[in-house]
């Protein structure tokens, strides 16, 4: 990202990543992670909801107006969604979602999504580390930053 | 052709089958095409058929028109790719197949605005829909007006939108996201986009929720991205492509291109196509297990 | 003072020296296929072609967003600072004389109870140079509203094309010190320099003033079912309003977290179906053709009576730009009769 990198921020750059997460598997298993006292990159700031159903498409555009860097969206995996299907009609409006944000220009590597279970605190562990690096690797999401700077179009 | 659509409205209204017809009309001036209503039999050469006639007539089916509805049964007057709106609408159970008569009308392509008529419909002045248009004889009628059409659409997509969209598709990120905050950022706020969309029938839009606030209503680059995106997003899988709105907008926003460019994700995705059959559950309320997920890790 | 001259090129001159005394320069240029009102910086990019841009100059005066506060929620407690208005000396070259008029029946609204000094300290800098028109278009009926392309209601300083420039009339004091100020960028008028003829758009038949004042006024019509057969085409989008130069609603909202943010005073549309919604639920102006009637009955019965000012300049824009092509003297002649 060059125009990106370019923008120095003070000191060392910590990325913001906003998870917006489910209740019955990926939380749990983010909190099996927690209680199984396993180590992981601290940017991540986790909102728990019912089901990945309930993940409006708002909540990323939210995410991004407030600063986010990245977005991580997870749920349970196709089959064990605890309302037996949230994740497949979400799964569908995320296809269509993330052609929308590239079509506007917005890297698909900031927005990331993932199942996860309710036991697999080790692929939690991995894929916080992982989005992680992945938005160090792409800096400050600027983009956003400059837009919130600019005042409105005012006469 | 206009006097057999006359006729038939005629009918409709004499026998009582239908209230009103909502159709096509001219201005004062004759210069331009406006939506009328006609309510008495002797009206009914009011009503007229040209390639002026750009208006998708179906958000007067919407719930927002209650005092439409109110009038009682209506016979609408529609092109093809009105009917798919139409067809649309009653898949979402916002009208009733057996409620209305549909008047659908052939059609040879109309203009893509009417200010660019200047006595001759030129394949440059017309809608890219126009050029790949499969339903120039109407797919769901209760009667048909006009001659057929012979026309085939071409295999491969062709017009002004999907030429863009191969050029965006092509650009980097960051000139994809510099030419929509351009265009976005012209943005109004005048809502003609979402007023002007059959399927945005919702009475109480996203964008007027306050409590908590989704879509910042002020002319701010941050508040017109997030409307024009939830506004796309909330016709993925819908939207037909009739491209009511960018003909709405004052500020020439071209946002057939988001339009298109999500039909064709929900084409490719799910191999749906809206407006065609009203007892297809539309792609967003349905799934497959074996939807790709080759983006989910 | 007498009439002055500026050449087309000598704009240029005009422009330079106008940002040099800190003020911007507005004028109509070509945007994404529309000619709309824009700063500019050199005469090349006027055109001079149009018969209005798509936009009100209202917008230098009353911007759609306007930040009046800033806020903000610490730990000590909330911080509230004003924002100081900043209102840039601006001239508005190549104004139509219909809307040349529109600045003054804004002000008389925002400063009839209120002095609201977002408006008037912003209004205060403007300069008006309007342009009589040389050509008009089906749309346009400022005749019928008692205007014309020779009226100078509204303008500071206004402009007849000639064969290759302007000649400038001085209107007002503002007019005057404004051609002072820049007077290297004026010559006298050379002789034979002729004015082009101003069009003379025909009035729309059957409209008397009078008579649909009279009537606006008498509450029987008010619920009129001819309103609602006038107007149920009207989609209830706010093209008309936004683009209309007299049109004046606006709405005060908080935007930002529940930490920081800003108290803005945004446009707003009496077409929108949430303008009178109560928060009971219950909306006076439940239907569209409710809405219409209001935009209508503020053009000529409130603005005429309350006012005392003009509410349809004649300007034609919201005919342009409806969508469905919903068309105002149709309203104006029925409503006269
Ligand atoms: S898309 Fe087809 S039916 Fe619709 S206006 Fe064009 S040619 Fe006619
Ligand atoms: S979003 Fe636009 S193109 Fe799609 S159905 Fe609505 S008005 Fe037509
Ligand atoms: S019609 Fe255009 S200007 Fe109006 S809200 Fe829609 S995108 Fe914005
Ligand atoms: S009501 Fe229409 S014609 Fe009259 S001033 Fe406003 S935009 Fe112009
Ligand atoms: S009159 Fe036309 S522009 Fe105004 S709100 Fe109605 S449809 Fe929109
Ligand atoms: S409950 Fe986890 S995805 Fe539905």
Known sequence: MPEEAKIETEGVFEPKIMAFVCNWCTYAGADLAGTSRMEYRPNVRIIKLPCTGRIDPLFIMKAFENGADGVLVSGCHPGDCHYTTGNYHARRRWTAFKDLLAFTGIDLKRVQFSWVSASEAIKWVELINNVTDDMEALGPFMKFKEMNKKGPNQG | MENELREKAKELLESGEVAVVIGYGFNRKKTRITPVFITKPEETDKLVFNELCVNNLSIYLTRKYRDIQKIGRPAIVAKGCDIKNIVVLITEGQTKREDIHILGVTCSGVVYKQELFKGELKPEIMPSKCHNCDVRNPHVADTVIGEKSDFTPPEEPTGMVFDKIKEIDAMSDSARWDFWNEHFNRCIKCYACRQLCSLCYCERCITEKNMPQWIETSAHPRGNLAWNLIRAMHLAGRCTFCGECERGCPVNIPLNLVNQKLVLTVKNAFGFESGIDENVHPPMIVFSEDDNENFIK | ?337
């Open chain 3, 1 to 337: 003072m007498t009439d002055k001259y500026i050449s087309k090129d000598g704009l240029n001159g005009l422009i330079a020296s106008v940002k040099a005394s800190g003020g911007r320069f507005v004028a109509p240029v070509l945007d994404t296929r529309q000619v709309v009102y824009k700063e500019v910086s050199s005469a090349e990019e006027i055109v001079d072609d149009y018969i209005l841009p798509r936009n009100s100059y209202k917008e230098i005066a009353f911007p759609q967003t306007e930040i009046l506060a800033k806020y903000e929620l610490t730990r000590d407690g909330v911080t509230i600072d004003p924002v100081e208005i900043v209102a840039r000396d601006t001239v508005v070259f190549g104004a139509r004389p219909c809307e040349a008029a529109s600045l003054a029946s804004l002000n008389s609204v925002f400063t009839w109870d209120f002095i609201d000094e977002t408006f008037t300290k912003r209004q205060e800098k403007v300069v008006v140079l309007s342009l009589g028109c040389v050509d008009a278009d089906d749309e346009c009926f400022c005749t019928t509203v008692n205007l014309s392309p020779a009226s100078t209601e509204g303008s500071d300083v206004a402009l007849y094309e000639t064969e290759n420039g302007y000649i400038v009339t001085p209107l007002t004091d503002k007019g005057t010190a404004f051609v002072s100020a820049h007077s290297d960028s004026f010559t006298d008028v050379a002789k034979g320099e002729e004015k082009k003829e101003l069009v003379n758009p025909e009035k729309v038949e059957g409209v008397d003033l009078t008579k649909l004042g009279e009537r606006l006024a008498k509450s029987p019509n008010y619920d009129n079912p001819e309103w609602a057969e006038l107007t149920r085409k009207c989609c209830g989008c706010g093209a008309c309003t936004y683009s209309c130069p007299t049109c004046h609603c606006f709405d005060i909202i908080d935007e930002g977290t529940a930490f920081e943010g800003e108290r803005r005073k945004n446009w707003d549309a009496c077409q929108f179906n949430h303008f009178t919604l109560h928060a009971s639920g219950h909306n006076p102006r439940d239907t569209q053709y409710k809405r219409y009637r209001n935009r209508f009955m503020c053009k000529f019965h409130i603005y005429p009576t309350k006012f005392n000012s003009t509410g349809c300049v004649g300007c034609g824009r919201c005919i342009r730009v409806c969508p469905v092509r919903l068309d105002i003297t149709d309203l104006m002649t029925a409503m006269s009769s």
